[in-house]
């Protein structure tokens, strides 16, 4: 059990390097490894079975795979009446949460 959850520990941290790297990536327009670290970052959750939580998912696109960057590629809005955040991406997509 300990092993497990320091396992998990490791995957985290790695994920929050590489989702940071991505949204460095594509501020400098290098889109191709952008897209290769949010690909990377979510291998490693799924291969290791971990969840991401609404932080780390409004940090990438499901759709086109780039990272979300403020100011960037996405617009948020909020949703008063469902209550919902909405992080549009440029390609159409959009990650919702409830707030
Ligand atoms: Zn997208």
């Known amino acids: 059990m300990e092993q497990k959850g320091s396992t998990k520990q490791i995957v985290y941290e790695r994920i929050d390097i590489l989702l940071p790297l991505a949204a460095s990536a594509l501020k400098k327009k290098d889109e191709k490894h952008a897209k290769r670290y949010v690909f ?6 799924t291969r290791y079975n971990c969840r991401l939580d609404r932080t ?38 959009a990650v919702r949460f409830k707030y």
Do not use: D, Q, W
Not at 40 to 45: D, N, V
Not at 62 to 76: A, D, F, M, S
């Open 40 to 45: 990377l970052a979510r291998k490693l959750s």
């Open 56 to 93: 780390r998912r409004a940090k990438f696109c499901k759709g086109c795979g780039l990272p979300l960057v403020p100011g960037l590629n996405v617009k948020i809005r909020l949703r008063k009446r469902t209550k919902t955040a909405e992080y549009l991406c440029s390609c159409g997509c």
